[in-house]
């Protein structure tokens, strides 16, 4: 279904940019933009410092059916070549109900990609018949915070006080 998701959209500032379905020889480009992407924003994601991975949290990042766990890439044009600049999934956590996350590298970071990738997720959420995204959130991190919010997520009690747990019903 969403294996061949390609789309084309704009960043604040204009630029182009392609949004489309995570595939296996995504792996390298994904690698990289982790590399470029700051510790806070990281942190910010992975909820710890992160650096590196695993082969096996490798291959489970890339290696996604597009039923169960859908990941999306968006890829920037930079001096002639096309690189990831940021990327989004959700994983279904239980029947209808799936987790959804996001990274933006730093450079990035302001010009509208995490909107853009939410509302693609969304999307092919409603498609797959999912009922509900839910999203786990650092405090500080505000700008997540309000992208999330613009898409109607609301504040829930979560099991962890030092995470806010944000729920959007579709």
Known sequence: MTKNYSVTEQLRDGRPVEIHALHPEDK???????????????QRRFFVAKRGFSEREIAFFVNVDFVNHVALVAVAEE???????????YIVTEPGKAEIAFVVIDDYQGQGLGTLLMRHLAVLAR???????????LPENTAMRKVFGKFGFQTRRGGDPGVVHLVLTL
């Open 28 to 42: 390298d480009d994904m690698l990289a933009a982790v590399g470029r992407t700051g510790t806070q924003s990281l």
């Open 79 to 89: 001096d002639g070549r096309k690189v990831i600049i940021g990327g989004g999934r």
């Open 127 to 137: 498609k797959g018949g999912l009922k509900e995204l839910i999203a786990e959130v």
